[in-house]
T-cell receptor, first 110, second 113 residues
Framework: SQQGEEDPQALSIQEGENATMNCSYK?????LQWYRQNSGRGLVHLIL?????REKHSGRLRVTLDTSKKSSSLLITASRAADTASYFC??????????FGQGTELSVKP | DADVTQTPRNRITKTGKRIMLECSQT?????MYWYRQDPGLGLRLIYY???????NKGEISDGYSVSRQAQAKFSLSLESAIPNQTALYFC????????????FGPGTRLTVT
């Protein structure tokens, strides 16, 4: 069973536009993480937001967390072709296992 | 050099064969994990180990076994490979001191024919 559900499953935008990906989760969390995966490669950790935080920034990334709605969003501003990748949210379940969403496949066209 | 390495990177094997995937890390982390990734299904946890003497089953452990030979090494075995084990396999490590961020290897693409 998956802790996170992501929306949309795929997103195609032009370079320079903003990309927003959403994640909903099922149980209470201590933190929620976002990872990026370039095609066929290992996941890379992008950003972590704790349950007592509502918003966090890292460069062109902005993550929000709404614990009342059990949802998070990842915004990539001024997207670049190099941002083309799959993005996953993940959070730990009560058994201590990191559970990933199905991912959003982002395509940024030059 | 990469912090988490996996060998082999690609492997094609036949149904019924035994195969081992290896993972090594230089991060000094106690916790190591094996995941498989299938299109549209995200990552699913196969086994995890919180230290050398601690091995735990994940979400989809049937058909797999693991060995934690040292803090730095965690191997995944398919005793008798079957075609539906064709997938991308990832090893990962974590250290509780970094709020459980996980560090992933480059993956092994396994095809069972």
């Amino acid at each position: 069973s998956q802790q996170g559900e992501e929306d949309p499953q795929a997103l195609s935008i032009q370079e320079g536009e903003n990309a927003t990906m959403n994640c909903s989760y099922k149980t209470s969390i201590n933190n929620l993480q976002w990872y990026r995966q370039n095609s066929g490669r290992g996941l890379v950790h992008l950003i972590l937001i704790r349950s007592n935080e509502r918003e966090k920034h890292s460069g062109r990334l902005r993550v929000t967390l709404d614990t009342s709605k059990k949802s998070s969003s990842l915004l990539i501003t001024a997207s670049r072709a190099a941002d083309t990748a799959s993005y996953f949210c993940a959070s730990y379940n009560q058994g201590g296992k990191l559970i990933f969403g199905q991912g959003t496949e982002l395509s940024v066209k030059p | 050099d990469a912090d988490v390495t996996q060998t082999p990177r690609n492997r094609i094997t036949k149904t019924g064969k035994r195969i081992m995937l290896e993972c090594s890390q230089t991060k000094g982390h106690d916790r190591m994990y094996w995941y498989r990734q299938d299109p549209g299904l995200g990552l699913r946890l196969i086994y995890y180990s919180f230290d050398v003497k601690d091995i735990n089953k994940g979400e989809i452990s049937d058909g797999y076994s693991v060995s934690r030979q040292a803090q730095a090494k965690f191997s995944l075995s398919l005793e008798s490979a079957i075609p539906n084990q064709t997938a991308l396999y990832f090893c990962a490590t974590s250290d509780p001191g970094t709020a459980y961020e996980q560090y992933f290897g480059p993956g092994t693409r396994l095809t069972v024919t």
